[in-house]
């Protein structure tokens, strides 16, 4: 009887081993999907930094040019009052 219960107890020992192995495996691929999204994100963050640091700022000149003019330009002696009385 003693080689049955050896041969149960190499099952069992078999049985356990196997689903490690499983757990393992399931975490890996957890891991490898985390690890591939994080990786696009990081490429993309510094796809997105270079592309700004590369774009010229439009808006910046657009306000340089309104910088010529003087808040005294328009003076109220132009301007022509209505009586309603």
Known sequence: MSKVEE????TRLNELLNKQ???EEKSNTVLWVLAIIGAVAAIAAIAYGVYKYLTPD???DFEDD???FDDNYY???DEE???FN
């Open 7 to 10: 041969l149960l107890a190499t």
């Open 21 to 23: 192995q499983k757990e």
């Open 58 to 60: 439009y808006l910046k």
């Open 66 to 68: 309104f910088e010529d």
């Open 75 to 77: 003076s109220g002696d």
């Open 81 to 83: 009052t209505v009586d």
